[in-house]
C-alpha cells in the first residue's frame, strides 16, 4: 500500500493564480480530510469528506474547494491564490471519525504565493 | 468547542533520559486521541492510538495513558535515543467531531 499521497511536493504560485492539490489514498478510507499548518497556528482544518460525493467546510475553509467524485481521491482547489494561503498543506484519511479509527497523513506539500 | 494545549511547547534532554510529553484537551467526551511525531519538513507519523475505552497503549519505548476524567494524556519515553528528536503532537476527536490538534512539543535529545 502506497497509503496517502499527495501531489506536488512543492509550489509556487503567483498572486491571483489556481491550482489544485492532489491527494489520493489505497486504503478505502471513507474520511478524508485537508489540513494547513503555519507556524504558531499549529495544524487547522480546511475541509473534509466522510464519503464520496459528500464534503463539509472545517475551521479556515475560505479561498478553498474540494469535492470527492470517488473514495480515494480528494482535491484541494485554491481558486485565486493569495499570499496569506503560503503555508504546507496536509491530506489524511482514516475509515471515519468513530472509535479505533486512526488518521494516516500524506508527506504534504509545501505552497509559497508571492 | 475542543481545545488541546501541550506543554512543555520544548524540550531538551541529554540521551538516555526518560522524558514526559503532556497533552490536555478540554472536552472529555472523546472518541479517541492520538499521538503523532512530525520530523521538520516532513508529514505526520501516528505513533500510538488511544480509544476512549482504553487507558493506555504501548509500542516499543513509547507508552500513552489517557485520563478522560481529567482531560490528560501523557506520552512517555523511556531510554530517549538523539533519533527521537521531532515535534510530537497529539490530537483528539469528540463524538463525531473533527480531530483537534495541540500546538506540539518539539523535543531536542542530545548526545
Known amino acids: 500500500n502506497a497509503g496517502v499521497t499527495q501531489t506536488p511536493k512543492f509550489q509556487v504560485l503567483k498572486t491571483g493564480q489556481s491550482m489544485t492539490l492532489q491527494c489520493a489514498q489505497d486504503m478505502n478510507h471513507e474520511y478524508m480530510s485537508w489540513y494547513r499548518q503555519d507556524p504558531g497556528m499549529g495544524l487547522r482544518l480546511i475541509h473534509y469528506?466522510?464519503?464520496?460525493?459528500?464534503?463539509d467546510q472545517g475551521e479556515v475553509p475560505n479561498g478553498y474547494n474540494v469535492s470527492r467524485s470517488t473514495t480515494e481521491d480528494f482535491p484541494l482547489r485554491l481558486l485565486s491564490a493569495a499570499p496569506s494561503q503560503t503555508s504546507v498543506y496536509f491530506c489524511?484519511?482514516?475509515?471515519?471519525?468513530?472509535?479505533?479509527?486512526?488518521?494516516?497523513f500524506g508527506p504534504g506539500t509545501r505552497l509559497t504565493v508571492l | 468547542k475542543q481545545e488541546v494545549t501541550q506543554i512543555p511547547a520544548a524540550l531538551s534532554v541529554p540521551e538516555g533520559e526518560n522524558l514526559v510529553l503532556n497533552c490536555s484537551f478540554t472536552d472529555s467526551a472523546i472518541y479517541n486521541l492520538q499521538w503523532f511525531r512530525q520530523d521538520p519538513g516532513k508529514g505526520l507519523t501516528s505513533l500510538l492510538l488511544i480509544q476512549s475505552s482504553q487507558r493506555e497503549q504501548t509500542s516499543g519505548r513509547l507508552n500513552a495513558s489517557l485520563d478522560k476524567s481529567s482531560g490528560r494524556s501523557t506520552l512517555y519515553i523511556a531510554a530517549s535515543q538523539p533519533g527521537d528528536s521531532a515535534t510530537y503532537l497529539c490530537?483528539?476527536?469528540?463524538?463525531?467531531?473533527?480531530?483537534?490538534f495541540g500546538p506540539g512539543t518539539r523535543l531536542s535529545v542530545l548526545p
Open positions: 489524511a484519511s482514516s475509515y471515519g471519525l468513530a472509535e479505533g479509527n486512526e488518521q494516516f
Open positions: 490530537a483528539v476527536n469528540n463524538y463525531g467531531q473533527n480531530f483537534v
Open positions: 469528506s466522510v464519503g464520496a460525493g459528500i464534503t
